[in-house]
């Protein structure tokens, strides 16, 4: 790899989370050390195509706080406020392969932190930043995470799964399952989704059947969960097979619930970092963490997301994310700067982690020839 790395940043993608991955890239392209890396900036547009831009090999210049389109074109679609760095040509990812050494995605949501870029990635043989395909999968499909959750015996709060032509098909039946297993209020979530897109608080029967049919639009497998009065705690992840863990931050919502608004327009929410909680919590927490990274064979890096009931001092482990926010200010990088790992520093250790897993995986025999 020479005395470079190089490094590709793919953002974008085909998803409702799509701004959130282009401050997510400007981010690390304003943090990394060029003496350290060139990189190469991938943009994968709202309409699915991959455009590539110049590699940068000096830092980005000062004042820049956005990514621009090098050919002058606007933003396909006026999809966003942003403007957009890169790209002036069409790259399948099997080109790249032959011009990074190593890939940092940061797509959010489908078709991004799904397995979806990272079967891709498997397949031109690239390392890349992050949870492998069966890991993202699991993680971003909250249904499976929670069977995969329950059967590692990590206590969750009482939910149900809905399929969407279930929903259609049989609403009142759904209905009196969902009160009679749960109750009011509930919230009603999207599977697939992340950023608490499509998430609502649902308070009476009217309220559940507005939520299950916002989260339907969203999905086709959805979940409702039993409320809980609690506390939401986050903690970070940082490794393979033995991650670490960060501090504990704290969620103080102003609304009802931490959803999109919350947490990228601010709407007044309060990270507290590190959460004011009594310590065999956080031990707790640190330890359920990593028992749920494992049972998802993730790697990289994670942030995991609980429930602290206060009153009766009972955690619940609430979801895993295997691609979390990622800017300076979002919470996982926050946590870990609190236990004295920068923000760049990070993004050094995660690539050699990349480099470290894909090591690991190019000692599987491809060949049966090759055992005899």
């Excluded at 990289?300 to 990622?326: K, Q």
Aim: charge should be negative; aromatic fraction near 8%.
């Amino acid at each position: 790899m020479g005395n470079k790395i190089r490094l590709g940043i793919i953002y974008g993608g085909k998803s409702s989370e799509h701004e959130v991955s282009l401050r997510t890239a400007l981010s690390i392209m304003k943090a990394v050390d060029f003496d350290k890396y060139d990189i190469t900036p991938i943009y994968v547009k709202l309409d699915g195509s991959w455009v590539k831009g110049e590699s940068l090999r000096g830092r980005l210049p000062e004042g820049i706080n956005e990514l621009r389109l090098t050919d002058g074109t606007a933003p396909a679609g006026g999809e966003t406020r942003t403007e957009l760095v890169a790209a002036s040509r069409t790259s399948p990812v099997f080109g790249i392969a032959q011009e990074v050494d190593v890939i940092f995605p940061v797509v959010h949501g489908p078709n991004g932190e799904d397995g979806t870029i990272q079967g891709l990635l498997e397949l031109a043989n690239l390392p890349y930043v992050g949870a492998g395909v069966m890991a993202s999968a699991v993680g971003m499909d909250k249904w499976m995470m929670k069977n995969v959750f329950a059967q590692a015996g990590l206590p969750q709060v009482n939910y149900v799964g809905v399929l969407r032509s279930q929903w259609e098909r049989d609403q009142e039946g759904i209905i009196a399952r969902i009160e009679r297993e749960l109750g009011y209020p509930c919230f009603v979530k999207p599977a697939n989704m992340g950023s608490s897109v499509g998430v609502s608080k649902a308070k009476d029967r009217q309220q559940l059947i507005d939520a299950m049919t916002l989260a339907a639009r969203f999905d086709r497998r959805l979940i409702v969960e039993q409320f809980v009065k609690a506390r939401e705690l986050e903690i970070g992840l940082l490794g393979n097979e033995e991650p670490i863990t960060s501090v504990v931050g704290e969620i103080v919502a102003a609304k009802e619930f931490y959803d999109y608004e919350a947490k990228y327009k601010g709407a007044g929410t309060e990270l507290q970092i590190p959460a004011r909680i009594p310590a065999h919590v956080a031990e707790q927490m640190a330890e359920m963490a990593k028992i749920a990274y494992r049972a998802l064979d993730a790697s990289g890096l994670s942030r995991a997301d609980f429930f602290w009931d206060e009153e009766n001092d009972r955690l619940y482990i609430n979801e895993v994310n295997t691609m979390p926010g990622f800017t300076p200010y979002s919470m996982y990088p926050l946590l870990f700067q609190e236990a004295g790992i920068s923000y760049s520093e990070l993004i050094d250790r995660l690539v050699q982690l990349a480099l470290e897993r894909h090591a690991d995986k190019q000692r599987n025999v491809v060949d049966a020839e090759e055992l005899e």
